[in-house]
T-cell receptor
């Protein structure tokens, strides 16, 4: 159990277009999901915390108008990279905690989405 | 500001040797620490989670220790196998609500 999926796994887009990445918890409900970005051979950097039914909380330095996050249900959060540019090319990973847990338990990570902006 | 460092950045060992991976963090006020495994181009798999009140956790060939006061954790992998080849990441959480701060990882290669 506790599977998190991401779609698409890879996407190539032209500069200036917008790309939507989905993160789904397949067999559990997640009130909180997290979005991370990872550069080659670098650590994961937390971008934002996505809470179901409310606005996402962005980390310092992350443009909220650039990276739109929607957590419309207990099993789905989406990250939209608006007006993508080559510097947005990266590996984006989401994670989820189970709903109903007062304390954090192990986070479950999605397989990641590789974005390449030409 | 919390900083998480992992040393070494890369490690290559022959099959059968024990692996020792180090993680240090600058702010000892952590809620827990986790070790993850990441295969190339893939997401993360949680290996071990150590609460701040705990000293170690064990799972099979894996053992992780935590010395919160000195800001250190060590992941031991006994009798390494080629299938253990991956990048190992440690991450600390400041509170109970899930935000993680990651180290850059240690890339491990176990040669047959």
């Amino acid at each position: 159990g506790a599977v998190v999926s991401q779609h698409p796994s890879r996407v190539i887009c032209k500069s200036g277009t917008s790309v939507k990445i989905e993160c789904r918890s397949l067999d559990f409900q997640a009130t909180t999901m997290f979005w991370y970005r990872q550069f080659p051979k670098k650590s994961l950097m937390l971008m934002a915390t996505s809470n179901e039914g409310s606005k996402a909380t962005y980390e310092q330095g992350v443009e909220k108008d650039k990276f739109l996050i929607n957590h419309a249900s207990l099993t789905l959060s989406t990250l939209t990279v608006t007006s993508a540019h080559p510097e947005d090319s990266s590996f984006y990973i989401c994670s989820a905690n189970r709903a109903g847990r007062a304390e954090q338990e192990t986070q479950y990570f999605g397989p990641g989405t590789r974005l390449l902006v030409l | 500001k919390q900083e998480v460092t992992q040393i070494p950045a890369a490690l290559s060992v022959p099959e059968g040797e024990n692996l020792v991976l180090n993680c240090s963090f600058t702010d000892s006020a952590i809620y827990n620490l986790q070790w993850f495994r990441q295969d190339p181009g893939k997401g993360l798999t949680s290996l071990l989670l150590i609460q701040s009140s705990q000293r170690e956790q064990t799972s099979g060939r894996l053992n992780a220790s935590l010395d919160k006061s000195s800001g250190r954790s060590t992941l031991y992998i006994a009798a390494s196998q080629p299938g253990d080849s991956a990048t190992y990441l440690c991450a600390v959480s400041p509170d109970s609500w899930g935000k993680l701060q990651f180290g850059a990882g240690t890339q491990v290669v176990v040669t047959p």
